[in-house]
């Protein structure tokens, strides 16, 4: 696990199972860290990418104003719907381009993937969370896929098993409530 932190901390890319699926993740806040697992998955930086934390705490610094309004709303949603959700929610006003993409919002969740949260505490904060498959190609479900896919281009792999999703966790708007991935 410390190896894992420890790569995500020095500007690596990171794959761990998550609640459904590999996930690729890297430190948010390193522009150079987010290029990188951009071009492994040939992805373009206007689409946005998700952002998991072990609690509603470690996502804060992305959630935009009024935070506290937003902060409670998220935390009702997620009371009301206990089940893996990503949720869409405005992003903080300093949320650089890169995360976000090309929206005013941010794709947020609280993983609660035992790997994910323990690779979340170990790191000190919240991650990216990027399925770990090239653009257009099948998420990889198993560590040996993840290694097809990006063979010794990634700095570290967790190892463990993915949850018992069977697709990518559903991503909804927090104030619309519009589903926007099934």
Same mark, same amino acid.
């Given at each position: 696990?410390?190896?894992?932190?420890?790569?995500?901390?020095?500007?690596?890319?990171?794959?761990?199972?998550?609640?459904?699926?590999?996930?690729?993740?890297?430190?948010?806040?390193?522009?150079?860290?987010?290029?990188? @697992? @951009?071009?492994?998955?040939? !992805?373009? $930086?206007?689409?946005?990418?998700?952002?998991?934390?072990?609690?509603? =705490?470690?996502?804060? /610094?992305?959630?935009?104003? $009024?935070?506290?309004?937003?902060?409670?709303?998220?935390?009702?949603?997620?009371?009301? =719907?206990?089940?893996?959700?990503?949720?869409?929610? /405005?992003?903080? !006003?300093? @949320? /650089?381009?890169?995360?976000?993409?090309?929206?005013?919002?941010?794709?947020?969740?609280?993983?609660?993937?035992? $790997?994910?949260?323990?690779?979340?505490?170990?790191?000190?904060?919240?991650?990216?969370?990027?399925?770990?498959?090239?653009?257009?190609?099948?998420?990889?479900?198993?560590?040996?896929?993840?290694?097809?896919?990006?063979?010794?281009?990634?700095?570290?792999?967790? /190892?463990?098993?993915?949850? !018992? @999703?069977? =697709? $990518?966790?559903?991503?909804?708007?927090?104030?619309?409530?519009?589903?926007? =991935?099934?």
């Amino acid at each position: 696990m410390n190896y894992c932190a420890t790569a995500l901390r020095r500007g690596g890319v990171v794959a761990y199972p998550t609640e459904a699926v590999w996930g690729l993740g890297c430190n948010p806040w390193d522009r150079s860290a987010v290029a990188k @697992l @951009l071009e492994l998955k040939v !992805r373009s $930086p206007r689409k946005g990418l998700i952002v998991i934390g072990a609690d509603i =705490r470690s996502l804060t /610094p992305f959630i935009g104003e $009024p935070l506290s309004e937003n902060v409670r709303l998220l935390e009702q949603a997620i009371a009301a =719907r206990p089940e893996p959700i990503t949720w869409l929610v /405005p992003a903080a !006003r300093a @949320l /650089p381009s890169w995360v976000k993409g090309v929206y005013s919002s941010v794709a947020i969740r609280i993983t609660q993937h035992p $790997p994910a949260v323990a690779l979340c505490r170990a790191y000190g904060g919240a991650i990216i969370s990027s399925s770990a498959n090239r653009s257009a190609s099948p998420p990889a479900t198993t560590a040996a896929q993840v290694r097809r896919y990006f063979g010794y281009r990634i700095d570290a792999l967790l /190892p463990g098993a993915v949850g !018992r @999703l069977t =697709r $990518p966790t559903p991503i909804m708007d927090l104030y619309t409530g519009e589903m926007l =991935r099934a």
